[in-house]
C-alpha cells in the first residue's frame, strides 16, 4: 500500500499549526508513492478539520472519545495503535512536538515498528522511505533507511513549510478503541503557567538570551522583543544562563536542551558555544546581538548587530512593533 | 527498591564531530562521556534509593565494550552494580529497547530509568519502547521523580507547565534536567567502584531496521554580516527583516 497517514495534533479545538507541516510532509511523500494521504485527529470531538484538506489530505478521519479531550499517552497510544490495526500504510508520520516526541516511541513500541525521530527530510528511494535526521544535535547530518511498512517518521516542526495542495479532505467518523479502564498513570493536577507561548522547541520565532544579559533581571527586555513579534515567538535561553539558575531548563537551546529550527531566531548576549551553535544553526533567518564583534555566534548569523544588547533591544522591540503594525 | 537506570555512552557535548569518509565519526581527540540526561537519571535513582533506605541501583547500559568506562563512572557516582550489554547500537531504537527490555524481563526491577534523551542520535524514543515492550506503564519527560505508597509520582514538564503524575510500580520513568544535578563521584567512590560487580552478555538487539546510508558534516551556513554598531544599526536590521528576508 502506498498511502500515507499523517497524525494531527490538536490544540483548543483546532489541528496546531505543525499539523499543516505534517500534511504537507505527507503529501510530498504520497506523491512520490503514487497513493493518498489521510489524516487522523483523535481529540475529544469537534476538531474543525477544513486546512487539511488544503493542505492535501484526501480522507480525514477524526477519532473522538470524551476521554481523549486532552492528551494522554496511553489513551492516545491506544487510539492510533487501533486505528492502524487492519489498515495498511506505506509510511506514518507525527510532529516532532512535545506531545509527538511523547506519542510516537509508544505507538512504535507497542506496534513493533521502529522509527526515525525529529526528521527534517523525507524522500523516496527504490520505493523505501529515507529520511534525513540531525544527529549530535545537528553536528552531523544521517540520512537513514527505514526499513519497515508502514515507516514510522516525526517530522520536525516548522521545516515543512506548508503548501497549499487542495483535496476533498472528506470527513469520516471511526470509532476511538480505548479502554480507560487499562490506563495506569493518573494525573494529580497542573502547576503554573497555562503554556500560552509555543514550547521553544515548536515556535517559529525564537528570542534566546544569554549571559551577556547579565542578569535575570534584564529579560524583561527579551520579553518585550518576543511580544513585538507576536503570540507565535517563545523564549530561549544558552545553557549558562540555565546552568546559572537564571533560567529554566525547558527553554534551553543546544545539545543538553532543544534543538531548534524556526524560521527567525536571535541570539542576544550568546557568545556561541559549539553545542548552542549546533542546536540551532538550522533556524531559517539568524540574528546575533552581541558586545563582542569576534564573538562565535556571528559566524552562522545572518544579521549582526555589535552593541550593548541593553541600548540595542528597546529600539529594536519599539521598531519591529511599528513594523508589524504598519 | 530496586532500581535500573539506563546510560549511554556519547562524545562529550563540547566535542567537535567530524565525519570520516567511510559515513562514521573520527573518535580520536574525542572526550566521551555518560549522556548527560542519563546522568540526570543516575542521580534521581540514588535519590530515589536513598529516600528508600534500602535497594541497589544497577546501572545498564547497550553499546560495545568500550561503554564499561561509563558503567564505572556510574558505580563511582553511587551506582551499586552494573551490566553491559554488548552489541553494536546503530540508529533503530527499537533495537535497543529490546535487548533492554529482554534484561529487564529477567531482572523485574520496580523502576527503570532513562535519560529522557541521549544527546547522540537525539531521537528520545528508547525508553518508552522500551516501556511498550516490557509492558510496564512510563511517564516521560519527567523533572522529579519520588516513589511513595508503591507508586512513582512525578512532576512532567509540558508546553510551560508542570503535570504532577502518579503512576504504579513497576514502570519506566524518562528524565529531564529539573533539579538533577549530578553529584561528584567522591574519591572513596571511584575505589569502591573498581570492586563492585560489573557483568556483561551479548545484548539480544535483533535486526535493527532503521540503517544509516550516509552521514555527513552539516553545510556550512552562507556568510552573514555585520548590519551595524548599537541601537543606530536597528533600523536597517528590521528592514532586512522586512524586506529581504521576509520574516516579519
Redo the contacts between chains.
Keep these: 500500500m502506498s498511502n500515507v497517514l499523517a497524525v494531527i495534533e490538536v490544540k483548543d479545538g483546532a489541528p496546531r499549526r505543525v499539523a499543516n507541516e505534517v500534511v504537507t510532509a505527507a503529501r510530498a511523500l504520497a506523491d512520490g508513492l503514487g497513493g493518498e494521504v489521510h489524516a487522523l485527529i483523535v481529540s475529544g470531538g469537534g476538531a474543525s478539520p477544513d486546512a487539511l484538506g488544503a493542505h492535501g489530505a484526501d480522507v480525514v478521519y477524526e477519532c473522538a472519545d470524551d476521554s481523549l479531550a486532552e492528551y494522554q499517552s496511553e489513551g492516545y497510544t491506544q487510539a492510533v495503535a487501533g486505528f492502524l490495526d487492519g489498515r495498511d500504510y506505506a509510511a506514518v508520520l507525527f510532529g516532532a512536538t512535545s506531545q509527538g516526541k511523547d506519542l510516537a516511541p509508544r505507538v512504535a513500541g507497542r506496534l513493533g515498528l521502529p522509527l526515525a525521530s525529529d526528521v527534517t527530510g523525507l524522500e523516496v528511494a527504490d520505493g523505501a522511505v529515507v529520511a534525513t535526521r540531525p544527529v549530535y544535535a545537528g553536528k552531523a547530518i544521517a540520512r537513514v533507511h527505514i526499513d519497515a511498512s508502514p515507516a514510522l517518521v516525526s517530522v520536525r516542526p516548522n521545516v515543512f513549510t506548508p503548501v497549499e495542495a487542495r483535496r476533498p479532505g472528506a470527513v469520516e467518523t471511526v470509532e476511538a478503541r480505548v479502554d480507560p479502564s487499562a490506563w495506569k498513570v493518573r494525573r494529580r493536577e497542573v502547576l503554573g503557567g497555562s503554556g500560552d507561548r509555543p514550547d521553544v522547541g515548536e515556535a517559529p520565532i525564537v528570542v534566546s538570551g544569554g549571559r551577556g544579559m547579565q542578569d535575570p533581571a534584564n529579560w524583561g527586555m527579551l520579553e518585550e522583543l518576543r511580544d513585538a513579534l507576536g503570540p507565535s515567538a517563545s523564549l530561549g535561553a544558552s545553557r549558562a544562563v540555565v546552568d546559572a539558575g537564571w533560567r529554566p531548563h525547558a527553554e534551553q537551546v543546544g545539545q543538553t536542551g532543544k534543538t531548534v529550527s524556526p524560521q527567525l531566531y536571535f541570539a542576544v548576549g550568546i557568545s556561541g558555544a559549539i553545542q548552542h551553535l549546533a542546536g540551532m544553526r538550522t533556524a531559517g533567518t539568524i540574528v546575533a546581538i552581541n558586545k563582542d564583534p569576534d564573538a562565535p555566534i556571528f559566524k552562522v548569523a545572518d544579521y549582526g548587530v555589535v552593541g550593548d544588547a541593553f541600548e540595542v533591544l528597546p529600539r529594536l522591540a519599539e521598531e519591529i512593533r511599528r513594523a508589524r503594525a504598519g | 527498591m530496586n532500581i535500573v537506570v539506563c546510560i549511554k555512552r556519547v562524545?562529550d557535548?563540547?566535542?567537535?564531530?567530524r565525519?570520516t569518509p567511510g559515513g562514521g565519526?573520527d573518535a580520536s581527540g574525542v572526550k566521551y562521556v555518560i549522556s548527560?540526561?542519563d546522568e540526570f537519571a543516575l542521580e534521581a535513582a540514588l535519590r530515589v534509593k536513598e529516600a528508600a533506605g534500602s535497594g541497589t541501583v544497577t546501572a545498564l547500559s547497550v553499546g560495545d565494550a568500550a561503554s564499561a568506562e561509563q558503567l564505572r563512572a556510574a558505580l563511582a557516582m553511587g551506582a551499586d552494580d552494573a551490566v553491559l550489554l554488548q552489541g553494536e547500537v546503530g540508529?533503530?531504537?527499537?533495537?535497543t529497547?529490546r535487548a533492554i527490555a529482554a534484561e529487564i524481563g529477567e531482572r523485574r526491577p520496580d523502576l527503570v530509568l532513562f535519560g529522557m534523551k541521549a544527546?547522540?542520535?537525539?531521537?528520545?524514543?528508547?525508553?518508552?519502547?522500551?516501556?511498550?515492550?516490557a509492558g510496564l506503564?512510563?511517564?516521560?519527560?519527567a523533572?522529579s521523580v519520588v516513589v511513595e505508597n508503591g507508586k512513582a509520582?512525578c512532576?512532567r514538564?509540558?508546553?510551560?507547565?508542570?503535570?504532577?503524575?502518579?503512576?504504579?510500580l513497576p514502570?519506566v520513568v524518562t528524565i529531564?534536567?529539573?533539579e538533577h544535578e549530578p553529584r561528584y563521584p567522591s574519591l572513596k567512590g571511584i575505589m569502591a567502584a573498581k570492586r563492585k560487580p560489573l557483568a556483561e552478555k551479548a545484548a539480544a538487539l535483533g535486526d535493527?531496521?532503521?540503517?544509516?546510508?550516509?552521514?555527513?558534516?552539516?553545510a556550512a551556513?552562507?556568510e552573514?554580516?555585520?548590519?551595524?554598531?548599537?541601537?543606530a544599526?536597528?533600523?536597517e536590521?528590521?528592514r532586512?527583516?522586512?524586506e529581504e528576508?521576509k520574516?516579519?
Design positions: 562524545p557535548t563540547a566535542a567537535r564531530i565525519v565519526i548527560p540526561y540508529m533503530d531504537g527499537l533495537a529497547a544527546v547522540d542520535g537525539d531521537q528520545q524514543q528508547v525508553g518508552l519502547m522500551t516501556a511498550e515492550l506503564p512510563a511517564v516521560s519527560v523533572a509520582v512532576h514538564e509540558a508546553e510551560g507547565s508542570i503535570e504532577v503524575l502518579e503512576v504504579p514502570a529531564t534536567k529539573g535493527g531496521r532503521i540503517t544509516v546510508r550516509d552521514l555527513s558534516e552539516p551556513r552562507p552573514g554580516r555585520i548590519v551595524g554598531q548599537g541601537a544599526a536597528v533600523p536590521l528590521v532586512l527583516l522586512r528576508a520574516v516579519l
